[in-house]
């Protein structure tokens, strides 16, 4: 725990200008971001008495390290800043609303020649129009199926518009009717953007007049007794009633506004957002958050506000918001607003009428989301911390293991060697932190060895971050290396080159290691999500675990061990899950600690360990699955996917094509006498693939080159090698 005041500022180094500030830890990790309108009086506000601070603010100053600032001109430039540093750093003790679920929007695509309507998540794109979000994608379904009666929009994927185009017969949409099929030149390109356009319209609320026009229409029609065409549009008309009555008017002036609401208690806040677009609700949005710092409730909403319209622009940021409690200052939010619409943006709280009451159902609604996420945490709560005590207590370990790391070994046969690395904190898994590994210090089958291997190559990355950032003394950085026998070799007279250091091309391992990591940057380890390693931002390896958890028993145990102790780590704990008797091994102990098979504990390292074994046997199989879809031609130099398939096209097959002379291959189209000679030679170098085999008969299949050059399949239909046993449980881990 630190001192704050080893670290405050003189009271004349900070400025009395707005600003934005970042508190960071012993780590240089960013723990906190705010924004002042004046530096030097907030900042003066977390150097008070500790017994004076709230406690989760005294929790985060003890937490920090250490301050920074950068001074800027307006409050809405401060505002803009700490909203951008929010989402670059993460901070741990800044308000983070965490969104249940990913919102479907009603998207059309009018980017596009012939534009499409369809169902669409996540980054809102340029070009394409959004109505939503809605709570259920089926919601959106539904309200297109009645809609596409009237417009006729094209609803396809660009393959099937394609393949349709291709073969000059539309879909099953195209034959009923609900589609004007301009894949096959039904309508025109100008047509189909005009009916997009009103299909646009209509979803944006303005529904009266084209109503009208209908019911005009179908009237005009009677008169002149087309009876048929005029019950057709009857029915368009009842279809697009039926659609609006999906969504009942709340606001009687058609307004287009967002209504947000906010319930708390002392420890979390729950918002809800209801988007009111023409005076319906379109669509809504619930967040829930812990409230980590001491925050009122205009702070929270302008939290909200960040976080709802800090990535939009123009309309999707209505004229009014009306809000719970404003947010103080308000001028700076609501210029902020203004500037991200383009034109004035009314922030506001709803005194009397219809918006008073609308905003009483959303505040119901924030409140029973409150209700409902406290009622499902307690549970999972209870539960993670037990399971973490008793990991903790079976373990001898001095506190709970927050972060966990898992470990696990995958191959077929000795073939395609990978690791996986996946981790948990808190006892929640954090996938943006799984890892993968491929096994290249050696061929073969060797599980501990493998082990022992992404031990080393894992945690040698960590100590080069440790080092890289300062976090680590040069002499003990360098003491740790020569006992580990990381350093590369250097020549009489020279200075080992740091850890991290690109090793020169061809420079030997040193003995006892694999390839080190650390020479090739970004290979070691395939990351899921790419981080950026800055000052202050998460780091691939960057944080250390409380324990490590390997799949399998003593030996597993031992080389992880091994691996630590050759790195000069001693402060994290390792253990083992074997699958046998879900015995837990420790690298000291002759006889396995057996867990209750009722334990909370033991419940949470098998979850671990089946998530490891799923996430490397996934990695393996995609990486078996690539080498068998390979062929000799992949390694002609200059020869491209079009001229390898008008080579297998004319051949038949690769062994025929091994037959060929350089006289018949050149009369394949756009094949010269010096890619032939090429192709030849690349074909006379490479080994003859394994003759195919019919599992079910045993038949060999030698002249089917084409259809199965070095694989068969199983009863899944998924590719197994030529002579593999049918059945090949146990042989894939």
Known sequence: MADPSSYRPKPGQIPDTPGVYRFRDEHRRVIYVGKAKSLRQRLANYFQDLASLHPRTRTMVTTAASVEWTVVSTEVEALQLEYSWIKEYDPRFNVKYRDDKSYPYLAVTMNEEFPRVQVMRGHKKKGVRYFGPYGHAWAIRDTVDLLLRVFPVRTCSAGVFKNAARTGRPCLLGYIGKCSAPCVGRIEPEEHRELAEEFCDFMAGRTGTYLRRLEQQMTEAA?????????????????????????????????????????????????????????????????????????????????????????????????????????????????????????????????????????????????????????????????????LEEIADALDLDSAPLRIECYDISHLQGDDVVASMVVFEDGLQRKSEYRRFQIKGFAGQDDVRSMHEVITRRFRRYLADKERTGEWAEDEAEDALTESGDTAATAPGTTPAPLGTPAPPGTPAPPGTSAPSSTVPGRDAAPVNGFKDEDGRPRKFAYPPQLVVVDGGRPQVAAAKRALDELGIDDIAVCGLAKRLEEVWLPEDDDPVVLPRTSEGLYLLQRMRDEAHRFAITYQRTKRAKRFRSSPLDDVPGLGETRKQALIKHFGSVKKLRSATIEQIQEVPGIGRKTAETIAVALAQAAPAAPAVNTATGEIMDDREDEAPETTADASGEPVPAGAPDDRRGQER
């Open 223 to 387: 008169e002149e007794m087309e009876y048929e065409r005029a019950a057709r549009l009857r029915d368009d008309i009842e279809a697009l009633k039926k659609a609006m009555e999906k969504n009942a008017v709340v606001l009687a002036d058609a307004t287009d506004a967002d209504l947000i609401a906010v319930a708390e208690d002392e420890l979390e806040a729950a918002v809800q957002i209801f988007h009111v677009r023409g005076g319906r609700v379109r669509g809504q949005r619930g967040w829930v958050t812990d409230k980590v710092e001491d925050v009122t409730t205009g702070a929270l909403v302008e939290h909200a506000l960040q976080q709802l319209y800090g990535e939009e622009t123009g309309d999707a940021v209505p004229k009014e918001v009306l809000v719970p409690a404003l947010p103080e200052p308000v001028e700076p939010v609501q210029e902020w607003l203004t500037a991200r619409r383009g034109s004035n943006v009314s922030l506001r709280i709803p005194q009397r009428g219809d918006k008073k009451a609308l905003m009483e159902t959303v505040q119901r609604n924030a409140q029973q989301s409150l209700a409902l996420h406290k009622t499902k945490r307690a549970s999972d709560l209870t539960t993670r911390s037990r399971a």
